[in-house]
């Protein structure tokens, strides 16, 4: 199965709905959670996909979980998409 393309446009709006919260502006990490830009599209992807399976891998892994079950494959991608480049921005 061909994975999907990401839109980082798409999925800059889509971060900064929900996972800025904890990751901090373009994913740079912030307290306990880790900085998640500069990754490869796949490592994302795989990660997040692993998480909406309800799959633990890490110590905030219930909160991965909950907050990756409601995410479609094309939200996973454009995420993936946006933060392999992500660069923080003053008008984020």
Same mark, same amino acid.
Request: hydrophobic share 35%; net charge positive; with cysteine.
């Given at each position: 199965?061909?994975?999907? @393309?990401? +839109?980082? !446009?798409?999925? #800059?709006?889509?971060?900064? &709905?929900?996972?800025?919260?904890?990751?901090? /502006?373009?994913? #740079?990490?912030? @307290?306990?959670? /880790? &900085?998640?830009?500069?990754? !490869?599209?796949? *490592? $994302?992807?795989? #990660?997040? #996909?692993? *998480?909406?399976?309800?799959?633990?891998?890490? /110590? +905030?892994?219930? %909160?991965? $979980?909950?907050? @990756? &079950?409601?995410?479609?494959? =094309? =939200? $996973?991608?454009?995420?993936?998409? *946006? %933060?392999?480049? @992500?660069? *923080?921005?003053?008008?984020?």
């Amino acid at each position: 199965m061909q994975a999907l @393309a990401g +839109n980082a !446009e798409a999925g #800059k709006v889509r971060y900064n &709905k929900t996972c800025i919260n904890c990751h901090g /502006p373009a994913g #740079k990490g912030a @307290a306990s959670y /880790p &900085k998640i830009s500069g990754k !490869e599209v796949s *490592y $994302i992807t795989d #990660k997040l #996909k692993t *998480y909406r399976s309800g799959t633990k891998i890490g /110590p +905030n892994s219930g %909160l991965m $979980i909950m907050m @990756a &079950k409601p995410l479609t494959d =094309e =939200e $996973i991608a454009n995420v993936s998409a *946006y %933060l392999k480049d @992500a660069k *923080y921005d003053v008008n984020n």
